[in-house]
Each structure stands twice: as structure tokens, then as C-alpha cells.
T-cell receptor, first 110, second 117 residues
Framework: SQQGEEDPQALSIQEGENATMNCSYK?????LQWYRQNSGRGLVHLILIRSNEREKHSGRLRVTLDTSKKSSSLLITASRAADTASYFCATDDSSYKLIFGSGTRLLVRP | DVKVTQSSRYLVKRTGEKVFLECVQD?????MFWYRQDPGLGLRLIYF?????MKEKGDIPEGYSVSREKKERFSLILESASTNQTSMYLCASSSGGGAWGKGYGYTFGSGTRLTVV
């Protein structure tokens, strides 16, 4: 069953612009994670935010979490062509496993 | 550099064959997972294991089994491959207490694209 749902499904921006992706989920969580997947490859863990945190930064990545709205956003600042990938949110609800959303496909045009 | 290694990047098998997908991690992780990824359906959990010889069904275990005889190795077995099992298979691992408590991310392998003809 899907827990996180990303929005938009696809996003196309110019290099240098910021990219924002959103994730909504349904049940209480311990933490929420964001992953990147380059075409045809495995997923790479980007950042984890715990349920008692509201914002987290890692390099050009900024993640926010609003547990009252059951939503999170991933902001990539000053995007580069190499950021072109699919981005997934995943929720940890203490059930021994992560549940992944369906992903946002990001295209950064040079 | 820590790694999760999947034995094959591409695999083509015939309907009815028994198929083994191997996954090895070198991080001494307790937890290991098998997902399949299909367009429009995202990642779906097939099986996971939180200890040697332990296994738990995920969301779509039908037609699959798993084996974890050693901590570092988690095998996915398709007992009798069918065309609807054509998919990208992803193995992942995480450290103990991981997903349900201490909040560590997963490390994924590069994936095995299986085609059943």
C-alpha cells in the first residue's frame, strides 16, 4: 500500500532554478526519508527527518516536515543537470519497513 | 565504500524456470529487503529479514520466497517464473533498530532487471 504520495509526478526546470517536490502521507510516522534514483539504477538515500524535527538541510537540499498536515517537501536549490532523476519520499511508521511513494521525475534542462 | 551488491544487472529467464536473485551487503546490517519496482506502481516490498534465518512477508510475497542463511546474504527466489514477474528488483539493507526506531536510511543495490519470456 502506498503511504507517501509525491507531487508533482513530473517537473521540468532550467538549470540554476530551484526545484520543490512535495510528499503527503496518511498515518503517524517516526521519520520520513527522501531518496534519489537515477535512470535504471538503485535508490540513493538523501536525507532523513524525524517526526520531532521541522526542517533539515544537507548541502543544496532542504527538507521540511509538517506532521499536522502529514506532508513534507524537498527543495533542491540552484539545480544542476546532474540532479535529473526521480525522487521518492519514504515513511517509517514503526512497522519494520519503509513505504515508498510513487516518485517525482525531475528534469533539469541545461 | 559500503555496498549492497546484486549479482546481475540484467537477467532473461524462461517461464517456469526457478530464478535466484542474490544480494550481498558488506556493512554488517541486520535488516535486508527485497522490493520490485514497476512503472506506475512504485516500489513494492516483497520480503524482508531482520536477522539471520528470519523472514517476513511484505506486501506482495506471492510467487516468491527468500533465504537468509548468512547475515550478509539475502536471496530472492522465484519458484516458477512467470511473465508478470518481469520487473526491476531492488535489494536494500539497513542497520539494526533501523526503520522502526533509530531512523537509519536504506542502502540499495543497483538493481536487477529481470525479463521473463
Amino acid at each position: 500500500s502506498q503511504q507517501g504520495e509525491e507531487d508533482p509526478q513530473a517537473l521540468s526546470i532550467q538549470e540554476g532554478e530551484n526545484a520543490t517536490m512535495n510528499c503527503s502521507y496518511k498515518t503517524s510516522i517516526n521519520n520520513l526519508q527522501w531518496y534519489r534514483q537515477n535512470s535504471g539504477r538503485g535508490l540513493v538515500h538523501l536525507i532523513l527527518i524525524r517526526s520531532n524535527e521541522r526542517e533539515k538541510h544537507s548541502g543544496r537540499l532542504r527538507v521540511t516536515l509538517d506532521t499536522s498536515k502529514k506532508s513534507s517537501s524537498l527543495l533542491i536549490t540552484a539545480s544542476r543537470a546532474a540532479d535529473t532523476a526521480s525522487y521518492f519520499c519514504a515513511t517509517d511508521d514503526s512497522s519494520y519497513k519503509l513505504i515508498f511513494g510513487s516518485g517525482t521525475r525531475l528534469l533539469v534542462r541545461p | 565504500d559500503v555496498k549492497v551488491t546484486q549479482s546481475s544487472r540484467y537477467l532473461v529467464k524462461r517461464t517456469g524456470e526457478k530464478v535466484f536473485l542474490e544480494c550481498v551487503q558488506d556493512m554488517d546490517h541486520e535488516n535486508m529487503f527485497w522490493y520490485r519496482q514497476d512503472p506506475g506502481l512504485g516500489l513494492r516490498l516483497i520480503y524482508f529479514s531482520y536477522d539471520v534465518k528470519m523472514k517476513e512477508k511484505g506486501d506482495i510475497p506471492e510467487g516468491y520466497s527468500v533465504s537468509r542463511e548468512k547475515k550478509e546474504r539475502f536471496s530472492l527466489i522465484l519458484e516458477s517464473a512467470s511473465t508478470n514477474q518481469t520487473s526491476m528488483y531492488l535489494c536494500a539493507s539497513s542497520s539494526g533498530g533501523g526503520a522502526w526506531g533509530k531512523g537509519y536510511g536504506y542502502t540499495f543495490g543497483s538493481g536487477t532487471r529481470l525479463t521473463v519470456v
